[in-house]
């Protein structure tokens, strides 16, 4: 495996933004969409791509079985550390793997789960594809795969609440940007995804936006404290009902679609 290209990252980004207002957002939004679908515990659920495990230990404190795989050491050593602080009943729940995606099915050695999470992973692909046909190959029959990305539907909605106009414009016909942390991303459509995945014997269920509002707080000047406990809930619950409703679930920044695989 090359060199770990999130070492430089890995405190931004698991001790920084999934910290803020918005990184607990995403968290509790995404938890609870997810729930809506998943079997029920003790299923085994695959993270691919589960960096410091902000989704998946939450998923193994409420007694699923969970297994993260991540091409990167420092995201792993961060898991490693949030793990260890958890009971003991938890952590013999969680196992955590270092390899790519790309690679699962061949690391996991054929291993079926019953649900398979790939959350924020894609936009950092050159192209959906192969990581979609590792978490379809990955998934038993009847289970689930979710997946979380960024819409590209609404790539134009951020510059131009920035009042980045000439980048609003070309955000029509891009699925490209620079994210907040620096780096480049790609953002995929839902019917890509929905494509990808019925080619590979996976069927979508549904799908939610994820960040809308919680998205323009830093643009609008209106900001939440992340430890105000209150102020947060209500934030989330609005996010969660925006996500499954159109037309918020379509401007939101992220999209988060889920699949159930045939079963013959």
Not at 142 to 151: C, L
Not at 182 to 204: C, N, Y
Not at 244 to 258: E, F, G, T, V
Request: hydrophobic share 40%; charged share 25%.
């Amino acid at each position: 495996m090359g060199a770990d290209t999130w070492a430089g990252l890995a405190d931004e980004f698991a001790d920084g933004a999934y910290a803020s207002v918005k990184g607990r957002v995403r968290t509790y939004v995404v938890h609870r969409q997810l729930l809506n679908h998943l079997p029920e515990a003790p299923a085994r659920v695959l993270d691919v791509g589960g960096g410091a495990g902000h989704q998946s230990l939450p998923l193994a404190e409420v007694g699923y079985e969970v297994t993260l795989l991540d091409a990167s050491e420092a995201m792993l050593d961060k898991a490693r550390y949030r793990l260890e602080h958890l009971p003991e009943r938890v952590q013999q729940r969680a196992t955590l793997l270092h390899a790519a995606g790309e690679n699962a099915e061949e690391v996991l050695q054929g291993r079926l789960f019953d649900a398979v999470l790939c959350h924020g992973v894609l936009g950092y692909q050159d192209a959906p594809g192969p990581l979609v046909d590792q978490l379809c190959r990955c998934v038993r029959p009847g289970g689930v795969v979710s997946i979380v990305t960024g819409n590209a539907a609404a790539m134009a909605v951020r510059p131009a609440l920035e009042q980045r106009w000439e980048d609003a414009l070309a955000a029509f016909d891009t699925t490209c940007e620079t994210g907040v942390l620096g780096v480049a991303t790609r953002a995929d459509t839902l019917d890509e995804l929905d494509a990808l995945m019925r080619k590979r014997g996976v069927h979508p269920l549904d799908w939610y936006g994820v960040w809308l509002f919680t998205d323009w707080f830093d643009l609008s000047g209106a900001a939440l404290d992340p430890d105000d406990a209150e102020q947060l809930q209500a934030a989330a619950e609005v996010e969660l009902e925006a996500g499954k409703r159109d037309p918020y679930r379509q401007l939101s920044r992220l999209i988060h679609l889920l699949g159930r695989k045939s079963e013959d």
